[in-house]
């Protein structure tokens, strides 16, 4: 089954179940995916509606829809599921080798949010908590984000960013930390990456703000 090349159908979304479960790596899916699912779920919502119900035949041809649609949803959710569980275990063992696996190239854009949120948290659980007890430290979770170690890593990243103005209309768009930015109206002031305002400056989108 292609990547880019996925019929939506009842049985096509059972040979991605198939896979997921076959296999601890997260299998490569069209970047539209929940787009496609979701227009699949409306279509058969929309079919079940358009069923009249005076017809005891019809009735009952529209019961067997639903209890299609009903297996239809468990599917999908038990995709959902495996693919999550194999996320959380790729970011353990990112922030255990603090090495990229290639595997993420076959994760969804949603499921490139989740994973770097999900590795941003264990690894701060990973110096709040078990490298401060090896260390002989009082295991600090909750307030870890006060810590020095993050006060450090707080300033460095403050001083990645620049404040710029916006000088043509700029869409929402997903930068490199696959942060959602914009969109942006003409005249309004943004603190942004220095990666990304040097995008938009070279495209003449924005201007750099000197502060002295």
Avoid: C, W
């Avoid at 696996?101 to 770097?116: A, R, T, W």
């Amino acid at each position: 089954m292609a990547e880019d090349e996925i019929n939506i159908t009842y049985e096509s979304l059972f040979d991605i179940l198939r896979n997921e479960k076959k296999t601890s790596i997260v299998q490569p899916l069209p970047k539209d995916f929940f787009s496609e699912v979701l227009a699949y779920i409306g279509e058969k919502y929309r079919s079940l509606a358009n069923g009249k119900t005076e017809d005891l035949f019809i009735s009952i041809d529209k019961e067997k829809h639903l209890r299609e649609l009903n297996n239809l949803k468990a599917i999908i959710k038990e995709i959902i599921e495996r693919r999550t569980k194999k996320i959380i275990d790729l970011a353990q063992i990112s922030v255990k080798t603090q090495e990229t696996s290639e595997e993420l190239k076959n994760l969804l854009p949603e499921e490139q949010v989740l994973f770097k949120q999900a590795r941003d948290v264990l690894d701060k659980y990973k110096r709040g908590v078990p490298d401060r007890l090896l260390n002989l430290n009082k295991p600090d979770f909750l307030n870890f984000n006060q810590s020095t170690g993050n006060k450090n890593q707080e300033q460095e990243t403050e001083e990645k960013h620049e404040l710029v103005r916006i000088i043509a209309p700029v869409p929402r768009f997903i930068g490199p930390d696959l942060k959602i930015y914009g969109p942006f109206s003409n005249e309004e002031i943004v603190k942004m990456p220095r990666e990304i305002t040097q995008v938009l400056i070279k495209k003449n989108r924005a201007e750099k703000i000197e502060i002295n």
